[in-house]
């Protein structure tokens, strides 16, 4: 066990973590230089696309070090998106050490910060380094002395490397040995090996990812999942280099999986602890947290009949990601389909993506909502996540919403455009801190429904991108919040309800309104489209009727032979109204989303 080493890479997003995965892997001669792509861990085309790390994905180097000795070292690839910091919380579990990569051009961000201190919590030895310092514009002096200022570490000890050149990436191996320690365990008691990450696989059913902290686990033991009490034989054992490679056993301080053959992820969580059957340890391995959905969204599909393929595409993500939630909802505009939760909107245009991609199903999803806490007159309390769901109005004592505690870093110059954006949008300024010359830490409560639908492209675009964000759940607060209904015809269309701010209804029913008036076509007969809120209606507009021009062949003449043709078809207008129904486009439910921006 001496000469094992776990340990993973942290950095806020596009710093440089797959870059250098990938040179460690050239250096140990894991992967050879020929089969290289770039980001070899990162195996989704989506992640290709985006160059970011979606997955946590786990591999095995052996490096001869310089005194003679093989080591093997467990690198675990984490993601760096805010998004997905549940992937990175279980990635350090399972590790004794962390490198801490710092962009020497960009300098510590804020995801930096928030995973960071994740690693500190979880009592892991940080390795910081300096990446690219090939680039003109580096400035790794000052990262350097941000770094040795926030870890208290000397700035001259810090390693300075360039990943995409593989400068001094020889000495990240060193100061792996020599800094993180090895794992600790003991071989001879009974098996415990913690779940880290699981994905499916069609032919040997689920396959988790373990680290193994205790005893010893070989192809022929009977296994068991200690939260489910599901017991069954391993199809196979092995380790990731990076490809799966079968391997006879696996003892205390490995990581490696356990291909289980079983059908449903439920019967495998992320975060469980695998024992012997037959010689099973005293208690389960502490577990995580498990991750709470932030942002609800339905998803319907475009057409009815797909909508078991639907739930097929659903079960199957939910395999390798366990932070995704989803139940079946009816809608009366848009059918069968699901509510899911998700951990923030990237993590839902990425499901949104892969649904599309990876099961080429078209599917449609409503605006995203956030869950309220509402207290009823008879004291008790009930969590919405959707604005259909709320209670008659009279029932009600309060509503309160999730607020979130948020950390932006940025460039000083940037202070008032930020201050502005956060105080618009019912942000409370809570104070500041320089962590570095030059940039500012600014903190805020703000309700989670503001910031969930583009917020963040909003910073961006207003600091010119150099404005980082993290943000925690804080608690959640009465508001003055009443539900914003859409009737046409006289009808509520259910997938248009939201849930606003009393001060803001009338700006945003009026606004709703103006654009569907755009987007519903012209029927043979008078649309009414109306907001209603707080019981009465606010706002109204109606989409004017396709005319035939009955009085063609009336020229000259009686008026009364006129009037008398004009009542004719009103009349027939009247009955249409009454049994004509209006088909609302997509669009519609799009146009929502888009209100926020404009």
Known sequence: ????????????????????????????????????????????????????????????????????????????????????????????????????????????????????????????????????????????????????????????????????????VEAVLQAIIEQFPPPKGDPEAPLRALVFDSHYDSYKGVVTYVRVMDGRLSVNDDIRMMSTGVAVKPVEVGVFTPTMKPVEALSAGEVGYIATGLKSVHDARVGDTITNALRPAAEPLPGYRHPKPMVFAGIYPSEADDYPDLREALEKLQLNDASLTFEPE???????????????LFHMEIIQERIEREYDLDVVFTAPTVAYEVLLRDGTTRIVDTPADLPDEGEIEEIREPWMNIEIISPTEFYGPIMDLVTKRRGIFKGSQYPAPHRVQLNFEI???EIIVDFFDELKSRTRGYASMDYQFLEYRPEKLQKLEILVNGEPVDALATIVHSKDAYHKGQRMITKLKELIPRQLFEVAIQAASGGRIISRANVKPLRKDVLAKCYGGDITRKKKLLEKQKKGKKRMKMIGNVEIPQEAFMAVLRLEEE
């Open 1 to 168: 066990m001496n000469h094992i080493r776990n340990f993973c890479i942290i950095a806020h997003v596009d710093h440089g973590k797959s870059t250098l995965a990938d040179r460690l892997l050239h250096l140990t001669g894991a992967v050879p230089e020929r089969d290289t792509t770039e980001q070899i861990l990162d195996s989704m085309d989506l992640e290709r696309e985006k160059g970011v790390t979606i997955k946590a994905s786990a591999v095995r180097m052996n490096y001869l070090a310089p005194d003679g000795q093989t080591y093997e070292l467990n690198l675990i690839d984490t993601p760096g998106h805010v998004d997905f910091g549940y992937e990175v919380s279980r990635a350090l579990a399972a590790c004794e050490g962390a490198i801490l990569v710092v962009d020497a051009t960009q300098g510590i961000e804020a995801q930096t910060l928030a995973n960071l201190y994740q690693a500190l919590e979880a009592d892991l030895t940080i390795l910081p380094v300096i990446n690219k310092i090939d680039l003109p514009t580096a400035r790794p002096d000052e990262v350097a002395e941000d770094i040795s200022s926030l870890l208290g570490v000397a700035p001259e000890s810090i390693l300075r490397i360039s990943a995409k050149e593989g400068t001094n």
């Open 330 to 344: 009816t809608s009366q505009a848009l059918g069968y389909g699901f509510r899911a939760g998700f951990l923030g």
């Open 447 to 449: 309700p989670l429904s």
